[in-house]
Structures are given as C-alpha cells and as structure tokens.
C-alpha cells in the first residue's frame, strides 16, 4: 500500500503563490505516476498536474504557465509550486500515485489540503 501526505495548503491573496507538497510512503521511483487533482466546491474532482515516471508533465489548459509539478526523489516527495493564483483556484488539492508493485495497477490519494484564494 502506498500512502500520501499533502501540506501546504492555505490562504492566500489573489496574484500570491502556495506550493503544496506531497509525501509518499515509498520511493517515488517505484510509482508509475503522480498527480495533483483539485475539487472545488460542488463540482467533481479534475486532474491539474501530472508527472510519469518517464519524466514527462502534463498540465490543464487553465494552470500552464502559473502551476509546476516537480519531484525531490531523495524525499519521496512530489510538489505542485503554484503562481500567480486566482480565486477560482480555489479548491481541495489531493495528491493521487498510481502503483502496481503490489498487483494490478491502483491509484493511491491522500487526504487533501485546501486551498482558499481571496480576491
């Protein structure tokens, strides 16, 4: 089983930056992805980063160039620094990995970490 971590979460002002990190139980070599997802209030979860472990990110349309996903593989711990935030950012941050060291491929989340931006 792989568990999850998140912090970093807060308040902050329109136009500040957050960086919200995640740690996980196991190497982060041994994960075939990590993500960062968000849920704003009343609507469903959505992927907002993504990081394989082949390297390669992918981001939604509306965070490129304000969020970035990166990785610090000697703590097992992923990051999503976050830029030039808005109020609609506003939302339930969940770090997700997916693992299939243990059987089939599973996607493992951890508790989440709010994230609230004032106008």
């Known amino acids: 089983q792989v568990q999850l971590v998140e912090s970093g979460g807060g308040l902050v002002q329109a136009g500040g930056s957050l960086r919200l990190s995640c740690a996980a139980s196991?190497?982060?070599?041994?994960?075939?992805?990590m993500g960062w997802y968000r849920q704003p209030p009343g609507k469903q979860r959505e992927l907002v980063a993504a990081r394989t472990k082949g390297g390669s990110t992918n981001y939604v349309d509306y965070v490129k160039g304000r969020f970035t996903i990166s990785e610090d593989n000697a703590k097992n711990t992923v990051y999503l620094q976050m830029n030039s935030l808005k109020p609609e950012d506003t939302a339930g941050y969940y770090c997700?990995?997916?693992?299939?060291?243990?059987?089939?491929?599973?996607?493992?989340w951890g508790q989440g970490t709010q994230v609230t931006v004032s106008s």
């Open positions: 997700a990995a997916d693992y299939d060291g243990l059987g089939p491929r599973l996607r493992y």
């Open positions: 196991i190497s982060i070599f041994r994960l075939n992805a």
